[in-house]
């Protein structure tokens, strides 16, 4: 499975961004999929997890009731809607696959994820 990332780029505080993660290489409906971002110096940090079906979602106490993940399994891809950003909001933003044979349950470590896009940088001006 390869992971693309786009969409990031500079958002003043306060604005909006989508993100959007799209998979080649086989579907990627059976696999749980997440969003993680990353800030030099820091570890890689969840951001918001998507079940299969798109119908359970999980997200950090810092961007819950601000972004909304989704996922379009018919387009094998993944979106992170991101609203009210804010200067701490700007990361490095990966988006990241289980595999398909593990559980249903949503990780929020990444050493649980099989696959990795390559990241998109998020800028945010104040």
């Known amino acids: 499975v390869q992971l693309q990332a786009s969409g990031g780029g500079l958002v003043q505080a306060g604005g909006s961004l989508t993100l959007s993660c799209a998979a080649s290489?086989?579907?990627?409906?059976?696999?749980?999929m997440s969003w993680f971002r990353q800030t030099p110096g820091q570890e890689r940090e969840f951001v918001a997890g998507v079940s299969r079906g798109g119908g359970s979602t999980i997200y950090a106490d810092t961007v819950k009731g601000r972004f909304t993940i989704s996922r379009d399994n018919a387009k094998n891809t993944v979106y992170l809607q991101m609203n009210s950003v804010k200067l701490e909001d700007m990361a490095v933003y990966y988006c990241a696959a289980r595999a398909a044979i593990m559980t249903a349950t949503i990780a929020t470590a990444p050493k649980d994820y099989a696959y990795w896009g390559q990241g998109t940088q998020v800028t945010v001006s104040s």
């Open positions: 290489g086989r579907s990627v409906s059976r696999n749980i």
